[in-house]
Nanobody, 126 residues
Framework: QVQLVESGGGLVQAGGSLRLSCAAS????????MGWFRQAPGKEREFVAA????????YYVDSVKGRFTISRDNAKNTVYLQMNSLRHEDSFVYYC???????????????????WGQGTQVTVSA
């Protein structure tokens, strides 16, 4: 059974940093792309960042480019999201996700991800 467990969320002041982690288990982690999405109450979940199976390809939504960095450690079955220069508008529940298949995938397409974590809250005080 595939499990994704996020950690690292919390409360931070604007301009601060957080690093989210997502530990995966239940299948060969290094075969699959990983993504981070975020959602506010009552709003649709939105794409934040994604990384290919080898870590060689990364993708970001424009609003986080230059501030957030996605990375992965295949030896530790973990994907990270380093978030710097945080803004109040970055306050969301953040979810990690694993692609459904080991082939090509669309980084920002939620339906291409078959497994999701439970989410971790990030709150940035203004």
């Amino acid at each position: 059974q595939v499990q994704l467990v996020e950690s690292g969320g919390g409360l931070v002041q604007a301009g601060g940093s957080l690093r989210l982690s997502c530990a995966a288990s239940g299948r060969t982690f290094s075969w699959y792309a990983m993504g981070w999405f975020r959602q506010a109450p009552g709003k649709e979940r939105e794409f934040v960042a994604a990384i290919g199976w080898s870590g060689g390809s990364t993708y970001y939504v424009d609003s986080v480019k230059g501030r957030f960095t996605i990375s992965r450690d295949n030896a530790k079955n973990t994907v990270y999201l380093q978030m710097n220069s945080l803004r109040h508008e970055d306050s969301f529940v953040y979810y990690c996700a694993s692609s459904s298949s080991g082939g090509s995938w669309h980084a920002g397409l939620q339906s291409d991800y078959g497994y999701w974590g439970q989410g971790t809250q990030v709150t940035v005080s203004a």
